[in-house]
């Protein structure tokens, strides 16, 4: 912590206002649409509208306003070449090359994509590897990829247990990589605990048994740095609206090892040829030679526009300074969370240790949906919510004050100690 802060009660609103003082980061807030009247802790589902990246996309819709059909080749974001260029932009947040990045598609059609270009089973090895904890969307798209094929995805679709409902261990992922196994599909944070797995030693381990391995980076691409190229990760795909602030279904990524470009695409379509040709009208598909062949049809632009002032920003406050904070900003939340509600029948359900967690705390309690709704509805805190029993709260470096975490805990505390929370039914809303 802060060497002037040593006298400081630890947990005081005092100490939370120094932190903030002396929060490199802090600035960065100003970037974004903050509402004077709550806190948002749900970066983590859905990110804030930063001004550039209103201002990108509204110079985008102006180059359709001004330009029409010109806007493809001309005007300040050629629309034709934007998903190389936010790809190059996204580049060094999974530490890859832009090449083995692209723009593209949403984040369960490019699993399915990925999986459609990577899963040849052959022989024994038909299986796919995934998780009991993983976003069932990704489940679902596992499922009916092996249904493609033929297979019966209760045989086919090996799924690791977990051994407490919050976290994986490694060796029982490692133990499940046998030789049935022809592809790994993985979350990078898992979206409830919010649990980092170590994709390193993963991808080592399942190339060492001759197995190829893909994560999924929706709750970790912009809240902790990947090394994707480093840890020789086959492929990744990851949705950019959460911590990467681009907006409601904003068009997703993927990334594939140089190592694989050339391999043909499961799913093809004409933006995945290669640029020069693509205008030509073949009927002989020539695809890219980059991660741009695994595009399928036009680029959604309009979706796309808002990450190019989005990865401004990140590129600005960098990767290393946001984990930094993410961890410290976390820790704070965790500690506070210890000293203000203990005895009040909250589990800290996210790993506490720094190289396990990603960027949010996860709260179980068994009233967590209604503690939800209290907590949105009477104090302007909004949270969400993931059946059965977890709270998730994501202080985003980018734009969350540690004055924020401080306020957040202490409403939480008279949810708690008002039971405020018994003026709701204890179920989920529609989306949280
Ligand atoms: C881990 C994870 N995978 C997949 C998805 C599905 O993403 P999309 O709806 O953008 O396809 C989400 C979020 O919705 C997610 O959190
Ligand atoms: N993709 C979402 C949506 O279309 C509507 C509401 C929420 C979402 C989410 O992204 C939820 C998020 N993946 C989660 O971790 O729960």
Redesign the pocket.
Known sequence: MVQDQQDLDLYSKEYARQLDEHDELASYRDEFYINPNSIYMDG???GLLSKRAEQSLLDVLGAWKHQGIDGWTQGQYPWFYLAEKLAAMSAPLVGASADEVIVTGSTTVNLHQLVATFYKPQGIRTKILADELN?PSDIYALQSQLKLHGYDPDEHLIRVASRDGRFLQEEDIIAAMTEEVALIVLPAVL?RSGQLLDMKRLSAEAHARGILIGFDG??SVGSIPHSFSEWDVDFAFW?NY?YLNSGP?GTASLYVNRKHHGITPGLTGWFGSHKDKQFDMEHQFHQADTAGAFQIGTPNILSMAPLIGSLELFAEATMEKLRQKSLHITRYMMELIKHELSDMGFTLGNPTEDERRGGHVSLEHQEAARICKALKELQHIVPDF?APNIIRLAPVPLYTSYSDVWETVQRLKAVMVDKQYEKFANMRDV?A
């Open positions: 983590n589902s859905l976003f979206y929706c709750h949705c959460k279904g993931r989306v």
